[in-house]
């Protein structure tokens, strides 16, 4: 497993973070690319953001969003969500959308890695950004095969980049 360590200025767009961006480039695939929290990011081939103000694919719940695909049916994964249960209120309230236990409790990034166990193929790669280096996780059949920790400084918290294929 690769670990490495970037410093860069933060950004609510984390995909256009020039060392995020250029990991994704590496383990980019030429199969079918999703994110199911897309932003104004236009790597993957369908995009969802439940924020109507970007254009997106679609403008659902990530779950919802990943449950369309069919079982291992998707190459890679751009798995970018809330970092915490106050980042996912606050985006649910934005949208005037209700905000409860199976939204603010780890149910919620439980049940969008379950979705994703199912819908990655075997070799399947899966690219996640958070404050913690789990990713999808081994409990969901994945391997960590590179880390890329991104310092931002001051009182920014740092962003994890965790590649992982999904084992056969």
């Known amino acids: 497993m690769i670990i490495e360590r970037y410093w860069a200025m933060p950004n609510k767009n984390t995909f256009s973070i020039k060392p995020i961006y250029e990991l994704i480039e590496r383990y980019k695939t030429d199969g079918l690319i999703i994110d199911p929290f897309a932003n104004s990011s236009k790597i993957a081939h369908i995009t969802n953001d439940l924020d109507t103000q970007y254009d997106t694919d679609y403008h659902m719940d990530a779950e919802k969003f990943l449950q369309m695909f069919t079982d291992e049916s998707v190459d890679m994964v751009l798995y970018d969500p809330p970092y915490s249960a ?83």
């Open 86 to 168: 106050r980042q996912v209120s606050e985006c649910y309230k934005k949208m005037k959308l209700s905000v409860n236990m199976q939204t603010t409790q780890s149910s919620y990034w439980r049940k969008q890695k379950e979705q994703i166990k199912r819908i990655v193929k075997p070799n399947g790669i899966v690219i996640s950004c958070g404050w913690q280096s789990g990713g999808i996780g081994k409990k969901y059949n994945f391997l960590p095969l590179h880390i890329r920790l991104i310092a931002h400084g001051g009182n920014h918290n740092d962003t994890i980049v965790v590649v992982e294929r999904k084992m056969i």
